[in-house]
């Protein structure tokens, strides 16, 4: 089956500067790949997802890149703010997620003041 | 509803007890999935229906372990006998038939002593 790896497990950043998450996953089958925010006592909100026909997606502070061939992808979160402070999940799945997604096991991100 | 609701938000129950735990979904939303999330850890498929289709149980960790739903709408997840490793928050998604991205509700903590 998928296995999903996630690093760093805690990154913290000064206010302002850039956020970087990143994960690999095993099989090369999978073909989506969403990021989601949890906040403390919230369910899991999806932020951003990519599909593996592309290898880059923006929507304003984040992106997210993905390179088949190494099999990893990333969250990329730039000019951080206070609000961005959570813990990040990424996950990987066959047939867009239908039947269930692999999650890594999250990033807790701290935005330093 | 607005979003997935998930009752009740909190539960605690003594070990051996039988406990049940409701989802309703987004009205439309066809497929429906049960993830745990242990203290610090990734989220764990647990099972996934989809319309009218027998549901996916590959997740489920025991035979203790059961859920069902009424047609396209409420879900109920039960764990009979409880014991303490089964304590953890239990989260419930929905999304469109083949639709990428799902949307989670708030989670049931769930506490065995």
């Known amino acids: 089956g998928e296995n999903v790896e996630q690093h760093p497990s805690t990154l913290s950043v000064q206010e302002g500067d850039s956020a970087v998450i990143k994960c690999t996953y095993s099989d090369s089958a999978s073909n989506y790949f969403p990021w989601y925010k949890q906040e403390l006592g919230k369910g899991p909100q999806l932020i951003i997802d990519?599909?593996?026909?592309?290898g880059e997606k923006k929507d304003q502070r984040i992106a997210v890149t993905l390179n088949k061939t190494a099999k990893h992808f990333s969250l990329h979160i730039t000019e951080t703010q206070p609000e961005d402070s959570a813990v990040y999940f990424c996950?990987?799945?066959?047939?867009?997620?239908?039947?269930?997604?692999?999650f890594g096991k999250g990033t807790h991100l701290i935005i330093q003041p | 509803g607005a979003g997935v609701s998930q009752s009740p938000s909190n539960k605690v129950t003594e070990k051996g007890k039988d406990v049940e735990l409701r989802c309703d979904p987004i009205s439309g939303h066809t497929a429906l999935y049960w993830y745990r999330q242990s203290l610090g850890q990734g989220l764990e498929f647990l099972i996934y229906?989809?319309?009218?289709?027998?549901?996916?149980k590959s997740g489920l960790p025991s035979d203790r372990f059961s859920a069902e739903r009424t047609g396209e709408s409420v879900s109920t997840l039960t764990i009979q006998r409880t014991q303490q490793e089964d304590s953890a928050v239990y989260l419930c998604a929905s999304s469109l038939l083949q639709a990428y991205g799902y949307t989670f509700g708030s989670g049931t903590r769930l506490t065995v002593v």
């Open positions: 996950a990987a799945s066959k047939r867009g997620g239908a039947d269930g997604l692999t």
């Open positions: 229906f989809q319309g009218n289709s027998a549901p996916d």
């Open positions: 990519i599909r593996s026909n592309v």
